[in-house]
C-alpha cells in the first residue's frame, strides 16, 4: 500500500494518484483536514498484540499496517470541527487531532518521498542557504533582518535597483511576489521592525527549475530577461522562453549532495545563471510544483515520480 498524505484537489497528487493505480498499486489518501470532520484516525495497542492503526473515511477502512511507501506531498493543517465555537475547546482539538497525526506518521516504517522530519527541516530557506554553501554551491549576497539601520545600510551598499525581496514561505493567503526595491520601497524600510525580511542582490541571468527526483535531475530553463518582470519568473511563464537543457555535471554534483544533506527524495531546485555561466544557488521547494516545466517542455518527470513510488512499494512488498 502506498499512503499519500496530499488532498484530492491538488493536481500533482491526482495525477499520480491515478497512474499508480492503474499500474495495479493500492493507494490511500490521507488528507489532514478532514481528519476532525470526515475521516478519521483509529488506534490500538495492548501488550504482545500487533498495533492496530487504521484510517476510516467515506469510502472504507484501510489497514495502515499493510502500508509501505509514503509520499508526503501537501497538508491542509488539521482544522476541527466547525460546530466547535468555543476558541479553548477548538484549541484543545485542534491539537488533539494534531498529536494523533503526527504519532502515527512516526510510528509508520514507511519508505517516505519525502521523510515528513527532513522535509519539514527542508522548507527553511536559512538551512537550506548554509548546507548550499557548504557544499560549495554559490549564493547571491543576502541578509536577512528586522533592523531598519541594516537594511538601508544594505540596500545603499548594493545600489539602487539591485535589491530584491522575497517571502521565506508563499503563501495562497499572503502572495509576495519577489521583486526588486524600488524608491517607495526604501521609503518604507522602516517595516522590516514587523518580521524578519529577506534583502537580497539582484543576479542577472536565466532561471532554471531543477527538479529533482530520487537522484534524477530535469532541468527546465526559463529564460526570463526580456519579460515584464525579470525578478519573478514564475509570473511571467507566458512570456518567457522555455527549453528543457542538461545541467552542467559540475553543478548536478553539488545539487545531488545538497539533496543528500538535507534528506530529500525529490525537490524543486531554483537555479539562476548568470552571463558569466555562474550558477547561483535560490533556493529548493521540497513540495514544489513540476507540471508546468512537464507541459512546457516534455520532461517525463510525472513519469519519474510514479516509478519511485512503485518502485519503493514493489520494493517493500517483496521484501
Known amino acids: 500500500m502506498i499512503l499519500v498524505v496530499s488532498f484530492p484537489q491538488d493536481d500533482h497528487t491526482a495525477v499520480v494518484v491515478e497512474r499508480l493505480r492503474a499500474l495495479g498499486h493500492d493507494v490511500v489518501l490521507l488528507d489532514t483536514s478532514t481528519l476532525g470532520s470526515t475521516t478519521s484516525l483509529e488506534l490500538g495497542h495492548a501488550t504482545g498484540v500487533p498495533a492496530d492503526l487504521r484510517l476510516v473515511t467515506p469510502d472504507g477502512t484501510h489497514d495502515l499496517r499493510h502500508a509501505t511507501t509514503g509520499w508526503w506531498r501537501r497538508l491542509r493543517g488539521t482544522p476541527v470541527d466547525p460546530s466547535i465555537t468555543d476558541p479553548a475547546a477548538a484549541e484543545f482539538a485542534s491539537s488533539e487531532l494534531a498529536e494523533v497525526f503526527e504519532g502515527v506518521v512516526a510510528a509508520l516504517p514507511l519508505r517516505w518521498v519525502n521523510d515528513p522530519t527532513s522535509d519539514a527541516a527542508a522548507h527553511h530557506k536559512p538551512w537550506q542557504w548554509a548546507v548550499a554553501a557548504d557544499l560549495g554551491l554559490t549564493l547571491a549576497r543576502t541578509v536577512v533582518t528586522r533592523d531598519p539601520a541594516r537594511a538601508r545600510e544594505f540596500v545603499a551598499a548594493t ?37 524578519p525580511t529577506i534583502l537580497q542582490e539582484y543576479v542577472p541571468g536565466v532561471d532554471l527549475r531543477v527538479t529533482m527526483v530520487d537522484g534524477e535531475a530535469f532541468t527546465t ?45 525529490y525537490g524543486a531546485v531554483d537555479l ?14 521540497p513540495a514544489g510544483l513540476w507540471q508546468f516545466c512537464e507541459d512546457l517542455t516534455g520532461l517525463p518527470i510525472t513519469d519519474a515520480v510514479v516509478t519511485t513510488l512503485a518502485r519503493r512499494d514493489r520494493a517493500m512488498v517483496a521484501a
Open 272 to 285: 539562476r545563471r548568470r552571463p558569466d555561466g555562474e550558477h547561483v544557488f535560490f533556493e529548493v521547494n
Open 159 to 195: 545600489g539602487p535597483g539591485r535589491v530584491v525581496t522575497k517571502a521565506f514561505i508563499a503563501r495562497a493567503d499572503a502572495w509576495r511576489e519577489t521583486h526588486v526595491l524600488d524608491d517607495a520601497d526604501v521609503e518604507r524600510l522602516d517595516q522590516v521592525r514587523f518580521a
Open 221 to 265: 530553463e526559463i529564460d526570463a530577461t526580456g519579460t515584464s518582470l525579470p525578478s519573478d519568473m514564475r509570473m511571467v511563464l507566458d512570456e518567457a522562453a522555455v527549453r528543457p537543457i542538461t545541467l552542467p555535471d559540475h553543478v548536478l554534483r553539488r545539487v545531488r549532495a545538497l539533496m543528500d544533506r538535507l534528506g530529500l527524495v
